[in-house]
């Protein structure tokens, strides 16, 4: 029997450490291919209702979601008809599931919520409700 | 910071897959040594040492992950929130993460030292409680539970018995394929193979109560099981959890048949070590390396659940029985495509980075010739799985056949067809140049995935075709392929539409189960002794091509509407 000679050994053993390195950045690159923000936080029920029309003025806003929330980490933004976005100042809840904040002054235009959450098991979730103002 | 909130929200799934495995394999160590290794007596000494420097291990990871997941988090928050580092410190997540990550700590530094002098079953409990009770606390306070609005405490016991079964038995695995071959004499590795077998039946039992229980919780229905996103996930895990029961049941078997085995005819107490036995003990160990690698991929599904709303909350966009057999029946697939003209243009780079609803987007692009071009390149690509799987069984069942083992080549073929129609916006279809394309961090990673899915097919190639001898060699596809199933689970699509979404993950999920059967049954195959598998063998190598087929069938019928 004729044994490999030492560059075919060489060639083989480059192979297979190239082999297994290639498998490793495989895996890894396959594992970032995710495309989109997950998180378990939903919004279940919220004042104004997604592409809701309501009177212009002072607003309030309420944001119930299915699990508790970590309303001193978590924020509400307001995208403006100007596309300027205002961060609102957060109520004290009234539960542990709802965010709340008020809108000042609001002039005819659309608008759009802007939530990011942090549930208590340190998930994070973002979502967004379009409004309109009369 | 707000557009790689993506991209950290699923590096945060990753990390919470590992914290939950390195978890399960410290509490599963502990209970090993107290359980069975201990009670075996001064005969599994040799034991001892390998197990606790598997705990340790265990340990050290387990803090550097919980350490990543707590900063992914915290970086996160201080980007997008703009809190403070102290306010960070009070939030429930960075508590948890940080109890858990001392005590992994600790218990690294005190365990070879402390740990190696007790002798005894309960001392050893005694030691390891306190850090099994910090550990699980610090899961189930990271857990649905906590953030539950009801029923916390109940559904947080459950979760605690659930993730406690899970690592007395998947987490203890490791630590039994490593025992067996340093302990000396038959009676002591029949003993611990047994006891192991014992404690495995207990905590399948509970862990598939407390399971059920907690689907009560956070399902709540059937419709609920088959028309969302976790009650899908709950199915995967469970089809997987039957796969693990058969390969257990078949180690149970193997377990009873060591009182029946004789080694040593002679009946003399054989001083030689077990490992190099071609009797059952050897097939125990390379069966519970299938199980420990499906038990991992649970694990993976498991992260993946943690980040989804419970099903019982979700009451909208809910799939129905109809729907999803509407979308499963049979079709003929695509075999023209639409012009690259009539795809949707490009989303602009800014604009996909920072949108706050990826959805939008996502519709945006996914008009019908979208939807044609994706079911398309898919029917196609199911085509040459097919093909992959009739050359790797052609090849394995009639080896005569000297050509059908150049199946792997397939591979190469798929990564040339991935390359010119993953991004049609791209060259060699699109305006955007090749070089351009790169400045997209996705069409980037699609080509870099390309290039490696092309250099995989040609490394199989050389292990198929002798060219590249080496044994560990061969185990590069299986683990690629299983890896790769278990990666699956974790990967969603924005389409813009919820059901279609879930459907598309049905899909992907189903996929992913069989890439890990197919890997592991084909790990199984080549880590027995060549012509000495038996019929455990055999049918491992019926069952991976078989899968690779079923592959190639599912992409056929794949439809994105």
Redesign the interface.
Known sequence: MTLPSRSTLKW?QV??R???A??A???L??????????????L?RSNPKANEVVASGDLKLELEF???V?A????LHLLLPSGETKKLELLPQP???ILVAKASRLAPGTYSI?W?V???????T???VPFKVK | MAWLLDDFAFLSVLLKAATLAFEAFVIGGLLYIALIAIPAGPAAQPVLSRCRSGIRRAAMMLAITELLFVAVDSAILMGTVGLSVREILRADYFLAGTGAMLASLVLFLILEGAAARIASIAKFLLFSLPFIAVLAAASVWTSHSISRLDDRLVTGLLTGLHQLAVSAWIGAMPFLLISIPAVTGRETARFMARRFSSLAMVCVAVLISAGIALSYFYVGSVPALYGTAYGFMILTKSALLLVLLALGGTNWWLVRSLDCQAWDRSGVANSKPLETSTQPLLFLRRIGEAELGIGFSIILAAASLTSQPPAIDLVEDRLTGAEIVERYHPIVPRFTTPSVDQLSPATPLEESIHSYDMSAVAKAHNQDPDIAWSEYSHHWAGLILLGIGAGAWLAARFPRFGWARHWPLGFVALAIFSFLRGDPENWPFGPISFWKSFYDPEVALHRIYDVLIASYGLFEWGVQTGRLKSRKAAYVFPVIMALGGAGLLLHTHALGNVKNELLIEMTHNTLGVLAVIAGWARFVEVRLPIGQGGRVSRIAAQVWPACLLLIGFMLLNYREA
């Open positions: 083989r192979s297979l190239a082999g297994i290639s498998s950045l495989f895996v690159v396959g594992l970032l291919l995710a495309t989109q923000a997950i998180g378990h936080a939903i279940v299915n699990a508790r970590d001193a980490r978590s924020t539960s542990p599931a802007r990011q942090l549930t208590n098991d340190g998930h994070i973002r979502g967004e």
